[in-house]
């Protein structure tokens, strides 16, 4: 070192006092670089699984209120088709009864019976053949036609957003007799 001139001398200081110790914070830096890495990653990592747990959770619940929903929806509809078959079958039960009531009353011979007879109709829907396809589906053999109506879109502003609209199918109907018997009386 005595050797050297002082502009070396100066040079080799200059590298012990600012170069060394600047590799050395690089190297400190560049060492908290990767722990940081690792904690972003493991972080990130947990961040991402606790939201996807957290998001199927949503979403199974969010499917389980819909299904418990729509199968009470399901339930009240079928109860209320339910309820207006049986009230149907109830109130031609008593209109029948009304008819016995009447003809109890009545002085009877042939033509009053024949004439109330023949005044008791109701039109029945006719069905066609129905089959199963290849697909496993009921399918019937004739083309249903719907009745189109002048107006298709809801004639209520709350209705505009959600409408439904289906036409009416007119299907084949047959007046038929109610009664299937009448009996003729000697009188």
Not at 2 to 7: E, M, Y
Not at 40 to 51: A, D, G, I, P
């Amino acid at each position: 070192m005595k050797n050297l001139s002082i502009r070396i001398k100066l040079i080799i200081i200059f590298i012990l006092i600012k170069i060394l110790p600047l590799l050395f914070i690089a190297y400190i830096a560049y060492e908290g670089v990767l722990k940081l890495d690792t904690y972003l990653n493991k972080s990130t990592t947990f961040l991402y699984n606790q939201s996807k747990e957290i998001i199927i959770n949503t979403a199974n619940a969010s499917i389980e209120d819909s299904i418990k929903n729509l199968d009470k929806k399901s339930q009240d509809s079928l109860e209320k088709i339910s309820y207006q078959i049986a009230n149907q079958v109830a109130e031609f039960l008593y209109e029948r009864d009304k008819d016995l009531i009447f003809l109890s009353k009545l002085d009877l011979n042939q033509k009053i019976l024949d004439s109330f007879y023949e005044s008791k109709n109701k039109d029945i829907t006719i069905h066609s053949e129905y089959y199963y396809d290849e697909t496993n589906t009921y399918k019937s053999k004739e083309e249903f036609k719907s009745i189109e109506r002048d107006k298709k879109t809801a004639t209520l502003k709350d209705n505009e957003k959600e409408f439904n609209y289906i036409d009416p199918i007119n299907y084949r109907t047959k007046n038929i007799p109610i009664y299937k018997e009448r009996y003729h009386f000697l009188i």
